[in-house]
């Protein structure tokens, strides 16, 4: 059974959301996590690198200046 996984990567300035990002990718048994950014262009690195690390981006929920970003593995 999985459990929910949230990386609050707020406040922190790239490249540090992505490496929490990449660090959780690599847990054993891991196929889903989400992740809150409040910078755009963190946002944007971690969508970007998550496709490129053969993930996918099932969903980007802005509220508040946060984004929460949904990633599962392909």
């Known amino acids: 059974m999985n459990k929910s996984v949230t990386i609050d990567a707020c406040g922190c300035l790239c490249p540090l959301?992505?490496?929490?990002?990449v660090k959780q990718m690599k847990v054993p048994?891991?196929?889903?996590?989400?992740?809150?950014?409040?910078?755009e262009t963190a946002r944007d690195n971690v969508?970007?690198?998550?496709e490129s690390r053969a993930w996918c981006i099932q969903?980007?929920?802005?509220a508040g200046g946060v984004w929460?970003?949904?990633?599962a593995r392909k």
Do not use: I, K
């Open 68 to 71: 929460r970003v949904a990633l």
């Open 29 to 39: 048994g891991c196929d889903a996590f989400e992740m809150l950014l409040d910078s």
């Open 59 to 62: 969903q980007v929920v802005a």
């Open 17 to 21: 959301p992505l490496m929490m990002m």
């Open 47 to 50: 969508c970007r690198t998550a």
